[in-house]
């Protein structure tokens, strides 16, 4: 019988923040700066109602939380794929694109903001900003929707300290 998550779970949190870039996005573009963005992640709790009760349960053994919802979603795009001898089921094979393209985009926008090294909420809200407005990723990537911006939420919902580190 599915379970009915609710609360602060993994999935109220990337719900939150889709909303938040949604909405953010939604902005006319000069609009869509770093301090209205800010204003918007701080108050996401707030502003941003809680989703409706997830009827089903998350995936792959994982629990409800924010981890558990970002390694749910880590899965789905192969990230966990064995890339020497295939595993129990034989699956062989790098990560989907998405994933990996979200691997090395973190590992760009981490070389340019050293100055965002904390671990508080905020610097996770400013790290997100980056993904979203930086012109080192390419033009769309991350704002328009799909597996990318799925992975990446995912990501901000669980903060930098859980982020997937290989394919």
Not at 3 to 8: D, L
Not at 45 to 65: H, K, Q, R
Not at 124 to 139: D, N
């Amino acid at each position: 019988m599915p379970g009915k998550w609710s609360g602060s779970s993994g999935y109220t949190s990337a719900s939150r923040i889709r909303s938040v870039v949604e909405h953010f996005l939604a902005l006319p573009s000069a609009s869509q700066t770093s301090g209205r963005f800010a204003n918007m992640w701080s108050s996401r709790a707030v502003d941003f109602l809680d989703p409706e009760d997830l009827t089903y349960i998350i995936g792959g053994g994982e629990g409800n939380s924010a981890a558990g919802w970002s390694s749910y979603v880590y899965r789905l795009y192969g990230s966990t794929r064995n890339t020497s001898s295939g595993g129990d089921f034989a699956i062989r094979g790098l990560p989907d694109t998405p994933y990996r393209e979200f691997l090395a985009d973190r590992t760009t926008l981490n070389a340019i903001s050293s100055a965002i090294s904390g671990i508080t909420d905020a610097d996770q809200g400013r790290r997100l900003y980056q993904f979203l407005a930086s012109t080192l990723v390419p033009a769309g990537r991350y704002t328009r929707g799909g597996s990318h911006q799925e992975i990446l939420i995912a990501w901000a919902a669980v903060g930098s300290s859980a982020a997937p580190t290989s394919g």
